[in-house]
């Protein structure tokens, strides 16, 4: 399995609802009201991850300097009622943020 953020393969999906193909979950009989939705669910994605690599000061995937503070510990599903609909999104558990290890 590749290690992606969940923002990259939302974004795919986005994609290919601009290219007009027909996306899983996304239900065929409102199209708008699907993208929209897929839309709004990557704007918040991209700033949960966005928010995460702030707070740890590196980004997805990569190592800081020697002496590095907390780590990425996977993803836990959250879901969020919105105007668009029901939005499922994957916010990254942080761990040991206050610890310092070699």
Request: avoid cysteine; charged fraction near 30%.
């Amino acid at each position: 399995m590749k290690r992606i953020p969940p923002s990259v393969r939302m974004k795919e999906e986005v994609d290919r609802l601009l290219r007009g193909e027909v996306v899983e979950g996304v239900p065929a009989e409102t199209p708008m009201r699907g993208f929209v939705r897929s839309l709004a669910q990557y704007i918040l994605q991209v700033s949960i991850e966005e928010e995460a690599t702030t707070f740890l000061g590196r980004e997805h995937y990569r190592r800081g300097g020697r002496l590095r503070m907390g780590w990425r510990n996977g993803y836990e599903p959250k879901r969020v009622q919105s105007e668009a609909g029901l939005m499922q999104l994957a916010v990254p558990q942080l761990r040991d943020r206050g610890a310092v290890s070699s």
